[in-house]
């Protein structure tokens, strides 16, 4: 996710900071292309906070780690890692 598309999410720098509990200086240090914990973080609030569905969710290959929208789809398929993130179940 960038930080363009996070601001545009939760409507300011301000609210994006609030969203990811952090102080909204931090928002302009970050670089364009967000890191992994923070782009899953804004993810996580857009999704709480109604402002985000998994149906919009799209994934993109920007870094070597699977990104929490990978670990969703291959759910338990994957059990032999340390760290797996579970479909949940509705």
């Not at 609210?15 to 970050?30: D, F």
């Not at 973080?41 to 929490?68: F, K, M």
Request: contains cysteine; proline residues 4%; aromatic residues 4%.
């Amino acid at each position: 996710m960038t930080k363009t598309e996070a601001i545009r999410i939760f409507g300011s720098k301000k609210g994006l900071a609030a969203a990811l509990g952090v102080h909204r200086s931090l928002i302009s240090k970050l670089p364009e292309q967000l890191p992994t914990k923070y782009s899953d973080r804004a993810i996580g609030a857009a999704i709480r906070l109604g402002r985000l569905s998994c149906d919009q969710l799209s994934v993109t290959g920007n870094h070597n780690e699977p990104t929490s929208g990978e670990l969703f789809r291959r759910g338990a398929e994957h059990s032999d890692r340390r760290s797996t993130v579970s479909p949940l179940k509705v």
